[in-house]
């Protein structure tokens, strides 16, 4: 069995400030493990992905993931946020069984 | 060109009619699938296909019969629909069960 644990359901943030979002996963078999964007009324864009070769993955815009398999966990970061970044963020897990395990999501306000 | 395109983009209907969704990728990938996104944004498979075959049915009601065509297509009929139906559906798509998924804009299904 597969399942992701997003830590926090709301992360508000200032422009210019560091932005991290935390996931946990639990799977007996390694995973391939990803992050997707979410902005108002849009589709999902993905950001990035691990797919176990480096443990540290760049994204898109910016982001980047660091894999811990002893801590099974694989955190978004940001250096600095911009106003564009406020939108839902989810944690994704995939097993290579044509389907996608989903976390609750993270919902990123950014304050000017 | 958009990758994975769903119609319609917003649907309101009544209680009880059959409608249907339909989904198209022009990526050439071999695997497709249907997501529910509740209004708690959490999101679930519903469907997968892999070369026009079912894969995955996860526990979704048999009023929800998907379609596939061919493998450029998914669609989703859904007959008697009922109020808890509303939600947005979501088709994605992916070369194989281990591809990163693209998803299409979404379908905001409103039953009234």
């Known amino acids: 069995a597969q399942s992701v644990t997003q830590l926090d359901s709301h992360v508000s943030v200032s422009e210019g400030t560091p932005v991290l979002l935390r996931c946990n996963y639990s799977s007996s078999y390694s995973p391939s493990l990803f992050w997707y964007v979410q902005h108002p009324n849009k589709g999902l864009q993905l950001l990035l992905k691990?797919?176990?070769?480096?443990?540290l993955v760049k994204g898109i815009n910016g982001f980047e993931a660091e894999f811990k398999k002893s801590e099974t966990s694989f955190h978004l970061t940001k250096p600095s946020a911009h106003m564009s970044d406020a939108a839902e963020y989810f944690c994704?897990?995939?097993?290579?069984?044509?389907?996608?395990?989903f976390g609750a999501g993270t919902t990123v306000t950014v304050r000017a | 060109d958009t990758a994975v395109s769903q119609t319609p983009k917003y649907l309101v209907t009544q209680m009880g009619n059959d409608k249907s969704i339909k989904c198209e990728q022009n990526l050439g990938h071999d695997t497709m699938y249907w997501y529910k996104q509740d209004s708690k944004k959490f999101l679930k498979i519903m469907f997968s296909?892999?070369?026009?075959?079912?894969?995955i049915n996860e526990t979704v009601p048999n009023r929800f019969s998907p379609k596939s065509p061919d493998k450029a297509h998914l669609n989703l009929h859904i007959n008697s629909l009922e109020l808890g139906d509303s939600a947005v559906y979501f088709c994605a798509s992916s070369r194989n069960d281990r591809g990163t998924a693209f998803f299409g804009q979404g379908t905001r299904l409103t039953v009234v």
């Open positions: 296909y892999n070369n026009k075959e079912l894969i």
């Open positions: 691990y797919t176990s070769a480096a443990t």
């Open positions: 994704v897990v995939s097993l290579n069984d044509y389907k996608l395990s």
